[in-house]
């Protein structure tokens, strides 16, 4: 199973992430604005246009190759109501979606949000307990901080990246328990691009 390509049956499995990243690396309408405009009814949009428009859009989400990840997640986030034809998402109309996530599917995706949120809080407690190794030469010779937190890292990545900028420090970077160079998972690097790294 690639991520573009996750099945009806595994997307109803996937956990939030797994289905957003599919979702952003292979969706049909993307960042292109007239799909974008397809998607969503104009509110002045008389029913015979939108007729129009919906069955458009419906056709574009069904050569989607990530149509079940996007429906899933157009379930799990509230897309739609059922009150209101107003949107497609995953090929779906809004009001569809509603019932599937207030009547037909409900348990199940109460159950899919829950373990979602239980998902997104280890990743937290994952992420809190990661430790790294923050490493720069100066004049003096070389620095390296053991053990640090992402906090950690950050804000003294930053005094580094001040001292660079002063022209006192040089090929900083930023290693992870594996000895992988991570440098750029950190905002401080990323802000500037005047960054130095380790050869
Ligand atoms: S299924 Fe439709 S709305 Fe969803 S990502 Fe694909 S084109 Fe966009």
Known sequence: MTLNRIAPEAARHARRPVLQAAVTASARCGDREQYRDLLDRNGSAPPVIWAVQRAAAQKLCAACP???????????????DRASDGLVRGGR???????????RQSGRLAAATAADRQHLLELDAAARSERYTLAYAMDVGPVTKLGLRRDAVE????????AADRGEAWDIAVYNAAGADVTFDFVFARDDGALVVAA
């Open 66 to 80: 990530v149509r079940p990840a996007c429906e899933e997640l157009a379930l799990r986030d509230g897309a739609g």
């Open 93 to 103: 109309t809004g009001q569809d979606l509603a019932v599937d996530r207030e009547i």
């Open 155 to 162: 804000r003294i990545g930053a005094m580094a990246m001040r």
